[in-house]
């Protein structure tokens, strides 16, 4: 959903690449900048993307995702900066945003399985939070991010 609103807001023919890191090919070495969006992995991006990333270089990054916790700008933070750290110095992270996300149904029932109970329960109403998003809100904040940064 958030890569798909960052296509809608660049245009067709601003856009030379849409797809999985492991298909980039000419399309990324053409893009001016590269939005890579990525989903949160334990505090981080997936493998795939932090490969990505690190074969970068040289290059003008926006980076956006979701996160299964969400609504703390302090644990977005913290996300992005891990996420930074797969890049070299010689990258320019031109721009950032990030949301709240779904989870997958499993994550719901390993936290169904806790034994501790209080702790289930946030954990159970913050998945429960999480459906909601992206939601139209986030997704327009991440609309307007790209537009303020074309």
């Not at 296509?7 to 590269?34: K, M, N, S």
Request: hydrophobic fraction near 40%; proline fraction near 2%.
């Amino acid at each position: 959903m958030l890569a798909e609103t960052v296509r809608e807001a660049l245009g067709q023919e601003e856009c030379t690449f849409f797809g999985t890191p492991d298909a980039a090919g000419e399309g990324v070495e053409e893009a001016e900048i590269i939005f890579a969006g990525f989903w949160t992995d334990k505090g981080n991006c997936s493998g795939d993307m932090a490969e990505f990333l690190k074969g970068l270089g040289g290059r003008k990054i926006f980076l956006f995702g979701t996160a299964g916790f969400g609504e703390n700008q302090a644990y977005f933070d913290r996300i992005l900066t891990n996420v930074r750290s797969h890049l070299d110095s010689s990258n320019t992270v031109v721009g950032t945003w990030m949301c709240q996300g779904k989870m997958p149904g499993a994550v719901r029932r390993r936290y169904e399985q806790m034994e501790d109970q209080q702790k289930a329960a946030q954990m159970i109403a913050n998945f429960d939070a999480a459906l909601a998003h992206p939601s139209r809100e986030d997704l327009a904040g991440l609309r307007d991010a790209v537009k303020i940064l074309l």
